[in-house]
Structure formats: structure tokens, C-alpha cells
């Protein structure tokens, strides 16, 4: 695990249409410009089936909880769909609060990076 206030990301494109962005650290305003650009270059290769494995999250604060609407909405704009993996503790706790859990699909098992 990262440093607190410092975020790794990892990419696997297990095939040409689908990615998975596994977030290990805090997701936070200082953090979240690796995830928006992550984003970005796989929605630009044309991977529409995008899954955010958010299990190794420590914290996420109202920053972070917009880069991952933005994706949401990004990937839509491309005509795809991102889910979550390994929604758990205050990450969960927060999106349920202010309704967003069940905005993002959830997928059941979070996806290994490569």
C-alpha cells in the first residue's frame, strides 16, 4: 500500500474491448488526475467495458467519488459501461450515503491486474 495521500494505479486490458483499473492507495483531490488520465487512454484505445477495482481504497473523499462518476460518464459518452469491484467499508459507506452505490454496476469478484 502506498504512502497515505498517494495513489497507484494499475492497468490489465485482458482484451480489445475491456480494461480494468485496479486503485491501490487513497483517492483523493491530490490523487485523482492518475485515474482521470488511466480513463481517458483506455476509453481513447476503444475499451468500453471498463472495471475499477476499488478493494485496496483506503479512503475516498468527494474528489475522488467525481473522478469515478466522470469515468461513469465518460465511458457512457463512448457508448460502454463502467463497474466497480471490491466496493467495500467507507468507499461503500459514502457512495451509499449520497446515492450513488447504485449508480455503477458492481462486479462480484475485483479483477487482477496484469
Known amino acids: 500500500m502506498p504512502p497515505p495521500g498517494e495513489l497507484r494505479v494499475e492497468i ?3 482484451d480489445r474491448e475491456s480494461a480494468s483499473i485496479v486503485l491501490i492507495g487513497d483517492l483523493e483531490y ?3 488526475t492518475p485515474l482521470h ?3 481517458d487512454t483506455l476509453l481513447d484505445e476503444g475499451r468500453v467495458r471498463l472495471v475499477v477495482d476499488v478493494s485496496r ?3 475516498c473523499d468527494s474528489s475522488g467519488m467525481s473522478a469515478l462518476v466522470t469515468l461513469w460518464n465518460a465511458a457512457r459518452r463512448h457508448g460502454g ?3 466497480l469491484a471490491g466496493l467495500h467499508g467507507q468507499l461503500a459507506a459514502r457512495l451509499t450515503r449520497v446515492g ?3 449508480l455503477f454496476g458492481q462486479e462480484p469478484e475485483p479483477s487482477p491486474a496484469d
Open 12 to 14: 490489465a486490458r485482458p
Open 100 to 102: 450513488l452505490a447504485d
Open 30 to 32: 491530490g490523487t485523482v
Open 37 to 39: 488520465k488511466a480513463g
Open 81 to 83: 459501461r463502467m463497474s
Open 57 to 59: 481504497v483506503g479512503f
